[in-house]
């Protein structure tokens, strides 16, 4: 999941953080560090696992602001971490996240389904039965039609690319649908693994179990989709609700005013709170203006909770500690290598060995505001990770310029080569990262330039394999945290060769080995979530074998939350940000 993606990617879903007990604090206590009687705020770290400030006090406006536009705003093509955790205002799924902080938001509940559904011995059919009373934002009942209609829109990544694609691996494993917009059925309901026999039933084949299926039906491109109301690439521009808000008004990249839908009935969903009467978000290219202005107390949170910038956050631990939560967020900060363009694994090598990873973690904000230094693909809370495997000596601090010059004389390049690094231009700790990488590889002879790219057009740049190999971008500076806290739900994406896309790629590296292909097969079968893990462990290993990503950090951030909020808490669902739909306001 991207994070900005704080992905992704998509996320949403979320990689697990330790557990802990969760302790409901006050607003004159609690957390590390004690309460702020000026500000009202609980404490350092109050909302971590825990609820700061509960209340069910309906009313006022709940104000977002965000550095970074979504990918897209449509529940089929988000991929970025706080469009999920966001899309729950105004789309509903078969099941969903709990409402709970910490590891206890990644228990599965029904939402638009009575129950968690009905499960086959065999694990290849689920059926689900819809509630009765749930609604569009028109006062029209959500079909099961309408549910098959909006997960048969990630058919069309023609039209409408960049979303998570597992729903379409896992239904037609062998790609025979063309999606609903090339569908010749009258209904447009043409996918044979989805069934509806009447509007209150649906219905899953799947070809091969999948141990995480009930996952990727709570992610957001599990939403239904009315077909009267599809606007294909524009949707994203004013999606239809089926949750507590509808849209009222959205200007890309300037703001977004959602206010409440009174067609939603509270008594059919037992997880969203709907509290505020309004929610705002401001969309702004100044990150260091932003914070400002959270501090301020002109708006509540950022949108996409990827923490305080430098130059605000000696300010925030210094005289406003009680706003601040430094929570793991469950991801991995990382360059990627496209195949495409540095082809040789020596080179590849070269750069892994010659990068320093404290200046990297450094330039993330060091261990408290970037977070551990990671040494491998597979966060610590999946299972099959093991924190201690470091085949590039990464956990030193230090580059190694020997084996960096030793793979350099492997690959033919002595002397070093030039490449560029590719960097979103809206996330200055992105372009610190780049810059400490830049001039570690100095030192045996890389010389690698920056190209800072728009952020907001992420899918079309670094996003599409064509692109990536015309402008030469030979490392992107990234992040990613679990669609769903598996190997599944944070690996496959990255590096299963199937998984690659002409537009809203992910698989940046363009790796496509068999092996690793049939790891993922195997293990999707595996029911035993340990021997699964085994699995990933493997996948891994090779991954670092094949020198195709260089990990930075697991991340951690610091984030403001205004004194103003009530029920806040970081959910593991929602890789330790927010729960935003269960957020309040004090008016």
Request: some cysteine; aromatic content about 8%.
């Amino acid at each position: 999941m991207n994070l900005n993606s704080s992905s992704r990617r998509r996320i949403a879903a979320g990689a697990l953080l330790a557990a802990a007990t969760m302790v409901v604090t006050t607003a004159c206590g609690g957390g590390n560090g004690g309460g702020d009687s000026k500000s009202g705020a609980p404490g350092f770290n109050a909302a971590v696992n825990k609820i700061a400030n509960p209340s069910d006090k309906k009313g006022g406006e709940l104000k977002f602001i965000g550095s970074q536009e979504a990918d897209s705003w449509d529940p089929q093509r988000g991929y970025y971490g706080f469009v999920w955790d966001f899309a729950r205002y105004y789309t509903r799924q078969l099941v969903t996240f709990k409402a709970e902080p910490g590891a206890a938001s990644t228990e599965l509940v029904p939402d638009l389904a009575t129950d968690a559904g009905k499960v086959s011995p065999d694990g290849l059919t689920y059926t689900f039965t819809l509630k009765d009373g749930v609604t569009w934002e028109d006062g029209k009942p959500i079909t099961s039609k309408d549910i098959k209609y909006g997960i048969e829109r990630i058919w069309a990544q023609d039209v409408i690319s960049g979303g998570p694609i597992y729903l379409q691996q896992v239904l037609d494993p062998k790609g025979e649908y063309k999606g609903p917009y090339k569908d010749t059925s009258p209904d447009k309901l043409g996918l044979k693994a989805i069934e509806t026999p009447d509007d209150k039933t649906i219905i899953f084949k799947l070809p091969v179990a999948n141990g995480d299926f009930l996952q990727m039906l709570a992610m957001p491109a599990a939403s239904p989709v009315r077909q009267d109301k599809d606007t294909k690439a524009q949707y994203g521009l004013k999606p239809f609700s089926s949750g507590p808000y509808k849209w009222q008004s959205y200007t890309p990249n300037k703001s977004i005013m959602l206010v409440r839908n009174d067609k939603w009935d509270a008594k059919t969903d037992t997880v969203r709170k709907a509290l505020p009467d309004k929610i705002s978000v401001k969309f702004t290219t100044n990150a260091d203006d932003m914070d400002n202005r959270l501090i301020e107390g002109e708006y509540d949170l950022d949108l996409n909770a990827t923490g305080v910038g430098a130059s605000a956050r000696g300010k925030v631990l210094q005289q406003h500690k009680a706003n601040a939560d430094n929570p793991q967020t469950g991801f991995i900060r990382y360059a990627v290598f496209p195949q495409t363009v540095i082809d040789n694994v020596e080179c590849r090598k070269a750069i892994i060995y010659a990068a320093d990873s404290k200046s990297l973690q450094t330039a993330r904000g060091g261990p408290q505001a970037g977070g551990d230094i990671a040494t491998n693909m597979l966060p610590p809370a999946i299972k099959g990770a093991d924190p201690k495997a470091d085949p590039y000596g990464k956990l030193s601090g230090k580059p190694d310029i020997a084996k960096a010059k030793e793979a350099l004389k492997k690959c033919g390049k002595p002397n070093g080569f030039k490449t560029t690094i590719a960097v979103r231009n809206n996330k200055k700790i992105e372009i610190a990262t780049a810059e400490s990488l830049q001039q570690s590889l100095k030192a045996v002879g890389i010389d690698a330039q920056i190209d800072q790219f728009d952020g907001a057009q992420t899918s079309g740049i670094i996003g599409s394999p064509k692109v990536v190999k015309d402008k030469g971008y030979g490392i992107i500076i990234m992040g990613w945290g679990a669609d769903f806290p598996s190997g599944q739900g944070f690996l496959q994406p990255l590096v299963d060769g199937r998984f690659i896309l002409q537009s809203g790629n992910n698989n940046f590296s363009e790796l496509n080995d068999p092996a690793v292909n049939k790891l993922f097969d195997e293990a999707l079968k595996e029911t035993d979530p340990v021997k699964a893990g085994e699995l990933y462990k493997q996948i891994n290993t090779k991954v670092s074998e094949a020198a195709v990503y260089l990990p930075f950090t697991h991340e951690k951030n610091i984030i403001w939350r205004s004194s103003r909020l009530t029920n806040v808490y970081t959910a593991d669902a929602y890789n330790g940000r927010y729960d935003y739909a269960s957020l309040g306001v004090v008016k």
